[in-house]
Nanobody
Framework: QVQLVESGGGLVQAGGSLRLSCTAS????????MYWYRQAPGKQRELVAL???????NYVDSVKGRFTISRNNAKNTVYLQMNSLKPEDTAVYYC??????????WGQGTQVTVSS
């Protein structure tokens, strides 16, 4: 069983930056791909970024060049560095594992609000 806790969200003005963290308890962290999703008001949950166990990464086009996903296996933590934030980035951000997203298991997320 893996428990994930997201943190680092907050209120920021457009053009600002935030760094989100996702810490996993227990589990075999190093061998799992990790994912960041977000859900904006009135919209479906959207895949934002992923990082594999070998540290390959991929991003949705709307954040490419602005967001960076990384991981620190020793700390059981995945990060999402968000730069040049836009109001359209406003959402609740969730991290998850492969098994978690397939089984529909989600944590509490962390709120990111970007003002104009």
């Amino acid at each position: 069983q893996v428990q994930l806790v997201e943190s680092g969200g907050g209120l920021v003005q457009a053009g600002g930056s935030l760094r989100l963290s996702c810490t996993a308890s227990g589990s075999i962290f190093r061998n799992n791909a990790m994912y960041w999703y977000r859900q904006a008001p009135g919209k479906q949950r959207e895949l934002v970024a992923l990082i594999t166990s070998s540290s390959s990464t991929n991003y949705v086009d709307s954040v490419k060049g602005r967001f960076t996903i990384s991981r620190n296996n020793a700390k059981n933590t995945v990060y999402l560095q968000m730069n040049s934030l836009k109001p359209e980035d406003t959402a609740v951000y969730y991290c998850n594992t492969e098994l978690g997203r397939l089984s529909g298991s989600w944590g509490q997320g962390t709120q990111v609000t970007v003002s104009s």
